[in-house]
């Protein structure tokens, strides 16, 4: 399982009270060496014990220092004085009649996101946060009606794929028969938050979920979805490898500019050209644009004509999301017929164009509707107040 237990002469700095402990969570590999080193681990152990660390935290689970038991006691002891493996709490757990489950989680300062795992019959995905509310304001979103707070940390992204592991039960047993059904086996970062405005946080998150002596999913596992952040859009082929996501919902820049206000930064034609240069895109690693159905928006069969002709030249699909509504939403779902209409073009046209089926809409956990809780008491309470002051 780990390295044999090993004795190290350790150089013991001073026991830290709780509130100072370095939490090793979200901590890359190098910066798990480094901690390590400081905490007083002998630097010619210190590859060894970041290996039997790492393993315990990320592939068996492990939260209790005293339970790592391929270390020696004084070493154990060393960590426990020095360190916390900590990860976001979760306050509430929505499960859909459809077997989504949504999760409000409370990280650092009180502050609130929403994870959301939407299990399929292949497949088991967890969509998880990168910002407290989102620096966008697209106007389809509920997500974008709530300002940005904070960036989520890399131990805040690592934390939401951790517990939903603990809820599922997902941690593999020591000394109990492998077992190749992950629960877990998809991660998408199309949560609350645009992931490439908080590009640092979280490729050290992906990395430590693909590392192959931890949560071990392969880069292919991973899609990263993006409203079109250009300058980052090559970095995280370099530095991520994982699939991308575009949230596209415009075939014109003066109808993407409301929709997706970040096109009057980065219009349509930019935007293009960037995923064009993609690296490792081919047929079998194609973009995803992902395109919300609204009603007389962006349905027409023109609309879907349109689309055909910018994606030209760029091995993509089409994930048609019929919109989900939210409480007070400016806009309405495309009709069935509408969008089977458009998807029936883009079919012809070459492109796969699935029809995502909403899921988890009676708990508000479908594609567009994540905001935290908080954030929904904070707008009721503030239309009351509205509504008692014109009374």
Not at 21 to 39: F, H, M, P, S, W
Not at 91 to 116: C, F, M, N, P
Not at 253 to 278: C, F, Q
Not at 366 to 386: D, M, V
Request: proline share 5%; hydrophobic share 40%; net charge neutral.
């Amino acid at each position: 399982m780990s390295a044999p237990i090993t004795q190290d002469v350790l150089t013991l700095p001073r026991k830290l009270p709780a509130s100072d402990k370095q939490n090793l969570v979200g901590l890359t590999r190098d910066q798990l060496r480094a901690a390590l080193i400081a905490a007083g681990t002998p630097e010619k152990h210190a590859k060894m014990r970041v290996g039997q660390v790492w393993q315990w935290v990320y592939h068996w689970g492990v939260r209790d220092f005293d339970l790592m038991t391929n270390l020696a006691k004084d070493y154990r002891a060393l960590l426990a004085d020095h360190f916390t493996i900590e990860i976001p709490e979760v306050v509430t757990r929505q499960i859909s009649e459809d077997g989504t489950r949504k999760y409000l989680v409370r990280i650092a300062g009180g502050h609130e996101v929403e994870v959301v795992y939407i299990p399929e019959t292949d497949r088991g995905t967890l969509c998880i946060s990168s910002q407290v509310g989102c620096t966008l304001t697209c106007t389809f979103c509920h997500t974008g009606t709530q300002k940005l707070v904070r960036n989520l940390t890399a131990a805040e992204i690592v934390g939401q794929v951790m517990l939903a592991r603990d809820d599922l039960d997902e941690w593999p047993v020591p000394g109990a028969p492998k077992e190749e059904v992950r629960l877990v086996s998809n991660i998408v970062l199309m949560g609350m938050g645009e992931p490439l405005y908080n590009f640092d946080n979280v490729r050290d998150a992906m990395r430590i979920v693909m590392d192959g002596e931890g949560i071990a999913l392969g880069r292919r596992r991973i899609t990263l979805s993006t409203s079109g952040v250009v300058p980052e859009i090559a970095r995280t082929a370099s530095e991520i490898g994982c699939l991308l996501a575009v949230s596209f919902h415009a075939t014109t820049d003066a109808v993407r500019d409301v929709l997706v206000p970040i096109n009057k930064r980065w219009n349509i034609a930019t935007l293009l050209d960037a995923l064009r240069d993609y690296p490792n895109l081919s047929n079998s690693e194609r973009i995803t644009f992902e395109y919300v159905m609204l009603d007389g928006v962006n349905d027409t069969k023109e609309d879907a004509h349109r689309l055909v002709d910018l994606l030209r030249g760029i091995p993509a699909k089409v994930n048609l999301i019929p919109f989900n509504e939210w409480p007070g939403a400016p806009y309405k779902r495309s009709s069935g017929n509408r969008i089977h209409a458009f998807a029936d073009i883009l079919y012809h046209a070459g492109y796969a164009t699935p029809i995502r089926t909403p899921r988890g809409e009676d708990i508000m956990a479908a594609c567009g509707q994540l905001k935290s809780a908080t954030e929904r008491a904070r707008k009721s309470k503030a239309q009351i107040e509205a509504e008692t002051a014109r009374g």
